[in-house]
């Protein structure tokens, strides 16, 4: 399954524009040592910037303050090289059921 990630412009109120305007990432958290980072998103005109690399650093630092010991992260194949060599993600043996 291919999945697009696709900047779909503003949304209608102005603080969340505000929040959102070059990209985001969003994280979850199990609750125990374990965060994951489910999107990374960046407008395609701020792109090859390093916002991307930038926000998944924030996501990391924040993961630890929450005293989480892990960040995973799935990708597909054609973000290899932004998730391991901008974001310092290392290759790991995991395992996966397709549902």
């Known amino acids: 399954m291919t999945i697009k990630y696709e900047w779909r412009g503003d949304?209608?109120?102005?603080a969340?524009?505000?929040l959102h305007a070059d990209g985001f990432v969003n994280v979850a958290w199990d609750g125990g040592v374990h965060a994951f980072i489910l999107d990374t998103v960046v407008a395609q005109h701020h792109r090859g910037r390093g916002i991307g690399a930038a926000l998944v650093a924030t996501a990391a630092h924040e993961a630890r303050v929450a005293k989480c010991e892990w960040l995973h992260?799935?990708?597909?194949?054609?973000?290899?090289?932004?998730?391991?060599?901008?974001?310092?993600?290392?290759?790991?043996?995991?395992?996966?059921?397709?549902?």
């Open 16 to 18: 969340l524009n505000a």
């Open 11 to 14: 949304f209608g109120n102005v």
């Open 73 to 99: 992260v799935d990708f597909e194949e054609h973000l290899r090289t932004f998730y391991f060599d901008a974001c310092g993600f290392q290759e790991t043996t995991a395992g996966l059921i397709a549902l």
